[in-house]
C-alpha cells in the first residue's frame, strides 16, 4: 500500500522550517525497523502531509493514527458524529463561537464551535460569552481541542461540531484535581522543557503533558501560581503562547459568580513574534 495523508498536526506558519525539523525526526523514530519511506509537507492552513510508501506502509498508516491521528483533507471524508482532532483558529466575539481547523478540508469550509454548545457542555447552560468561556477554559488561539461533528452543510460551506465528550471530560478532570496548568502553545515539547530548566521552575511542574506536537499541558504542583510560574518563563518562551487554567476559576464561572478577578489575575498569555 503506497498512500497521501494528513496527520492531525497543525504547525505554526512562523516556526514551520524549525519545527518540521523536530516532526520530521519523530516520523522517523515511529518508523524505525519498518520498511517505509515518508515524504512530508505542509498544507496552506498548516497541517502536516505524509506520502508513504513501501511494504509497510498499511501498517505505518495505521500507527500513525493510534499515535497522532488523521486529519481530513476534503469534505467527503468528514460525517455527522465523527471525532477529530481539531486546532483553534479564532474566537469570534460578534458571531459568538470558536473557529476551529480540522484538518485541509478547513481551506474550504468554515467550522465552529457555537455558543449554545460551549455554554450547555461547559457552563451548565449559564449564558456566558463566548470569549470568557474560551479563556477560563484556556480554548485559544492554536490550542488543539477534540471536536464532534454535529452538522454538515456542504451549500453554505459550514460545519457545526461540539466539544467532544473525551474532551469534556479531560477539562472536568483538569477542574477536580484542584492543581493550576499551563497550556503552552507554539513550540515543540523539547524547546519547552528546556525553557522549564532555563528559568528554574522544575520543582514548580510536577508533569508534562503533550496535548500535541506544538501544545502542552504544565501540571504546577498543588498550591503553586500558574501565572507566577508563567511569569518566571517569560524571557525563555518568547515563541510560545502561555495560558493559565485555574479550577477555582471554574467554579466561578459555572456557578455564575463573578471571576473578574481571576481573568486579570491569570491574563499572562504571550504572543509569538
Same mark, same amino acid.
Given at each position: ?12 506558519r512562523y ?9 520530521? &525526526? ?8 519498518l ?17 508513504i @510508501? ?16 488523521? /486529519? ?10 465523527d ?8 474566537i469570534? &466575539?460578534?458571531? %459568538?463561537?470558536? @473557529? ?11 467550522? +465552529? ?15 456566558i460569552?463566548?470569549d470568557?468561556?474560551?479563556q ?13 461533528i454535529?452538522?454538515?452543510?456542504? +451549500?453554505? #460551506?459550514?460545519?457545526? &461540531? ?5 474532551q469534556v471530560?479531560?477539562?472536568? %478532570? ?19 522543557n @528546556? ?19 506544538? /501544545? ?6 498543588? #498550591?503553586t ?8 518563563? #517569560? ?21 455564575g ?6 481573568l486579570?489575575?491569570?491574563?499572562? #498569555?504571550?504572543?509569538?513574534?
Open positions: 500500500m503506497n498512500g497521501k495523508l494528513s496527520i492531525a498536526e497543525r504547525i505554526p516556526a514551520q522550517k524549525e519545527l518540521m525539523t523536530v516532526f520530521k &525526526a519523530r516520523i522517523l523514530k515511529l518508523s524505525s525497523g520498511d517505509v519511506s515518508v515524504q512530508l509537507g505542509v498544507t496552506s492552513n498548516g497541517f502536516v502531509n505524509a506520502e @510508501e513501501g511494504s509497510d506502509s498499511e501498517f505505518f498508516v495505521e500507527l500513525i493514527k493510534r499515535r497522532i491521528g488523521l /486529519a481530513p483533507s476534503s469534505l467527503s471524508m468528514i460525517e455527522v458524529d471525532n477529530f482532532k481539531a486546532f483553534v483558529n479564532l469570534n &466575539a460578534n458571531r %459568538q463561537s470558536i @473557529e476551529v481547523e480540522i484538518g485541509p478540508a478547513s481551506t474550504n469550509v468554515k467550522s +465552529e464551535i457555537v455558543k449554545e454548545a460551549l455554554i450547555a457542555q461547559l457552563c451548565d447552560g449559564k449564558n460569552a463566548v470568557r468561556v474560551a477560563a477554559y484556556c480554548i485559544q488561539e492554536g490550542t488543539p481541542i477534540l471536536v464532534r454535529r452538522c454538515i452543510d456542504p +451549500e453554505r #460551506g459550514q460545519i457545526t &461540531a461540539w466539544i467532544s465528550d473525551d471530560a479531560r477539562f472536568d %478532570q483538569w477542574r477536580r484535581e484542584r492543581t493550576h496548568r499551563i497550556i503552552a502553545v507554539g513550540g515543540s515539547h523539547e524547546k519547552l @528546556e525553557a522549564i530548566r532555563l528559568s528554574k521552575v522544575q520543582r514548580d511542574i510536577i508533569q508534562t503533558e503533550e496535548l500535541s506536537f506544538t /501544545a502542552n499541558s504544565l501540571v504546577c504542583k498543588l #498550591g501560581d500558574a501565572p507566577g510560574i508563567i511569569a518566571k518563563m #517569560g524571557h525563555y518562551v518568547r515563541e510560545f503562547k502561555l495560558y493559565a487554567f485555574l479550577p477555582e476559576r471554574l467554579d466561578k464561572l459555572r456557578t459568580l463573578s471571576n473578574n478577578r481571576f486579570a489575575k491569570a491574563d499572562h #498569555g504571550r504572543t509569538s513574534p
